[in-house]
């Protein structure tokens, strides 16, 4: 299994709108990623650090599960600029992004 990882810094200051991502972007990755090999998308909403009165490292983490890192590059080369291109409609935040082998 193959997972994509979308980290999004916490940044004083910086905007990230969970019901745009929520009600908007998430449909619209489905839409375009599902046909493609989608599995599943997760979402980490970040609290906090270590002390629970800091601030989180990271606003947020999005986990897209794939089969293959083929259908990942694929579906990204396919549908990257609609669903790349939305991003800035919830966040100011450029994330970093990983892709990685996982196993259960």
């Given at each position: 299994?193959?997972?994509?990882?979308?980290?999004?810094?916490?940044?004083?200051?910086?905007?990230?709108?969970?019901?745009?991502?929520?009600?908007?972007?998430?449909?619209?990755?489905h839409?375009?990623?599902?046909?493609?090999?989608?599995?599943?998308?997760?979402?980490?909403?970040?609290?906090?650090?270590?002390?629970?009165?800091?601030?989180?490292?990271?606003?947020?983490?999005?986990?897209?599960?794939?089969?293959?890192?083929?259908?990942?590059?694929?579906?990204?080369?396919?549908?990257?600029?609609p669903?790349?291109?939305?991003i800035?409609?919830?966040?100011?935040?450029?994330?970093?992004?990983?892709?990685?082998?996982?196993?259960?």
């Amino acid at each position: 299994m193959i997972r994509v990882t979308f980290a999004y810094p916490y940044g004083e200051g910086k905007r990230f709108d969970w019901g745009y991502f929520s009600d908007k972007h998430l449909p619209l990755v489905h839409e375009h990623l599902d046909s493609r090999g989608l599995i599943k998308v997760e979402t980490d909403k970040g609290i906090s650090g270590t002390d629970p009165s800091s601030n989180p490292p990271f606003t947020a983490v999005v986990h897209m599960t794939f089969e293959t890192v083929d259908e990942v590059h694929q579906a990204f080369m396919a549908a990257g600029r609609p669903v790349m291109g939305d991003i800035g409609n919830y966040t100011d935040i450029k994330p970093t992004v990983q892709i990685s082998e996982i196993s259960d």
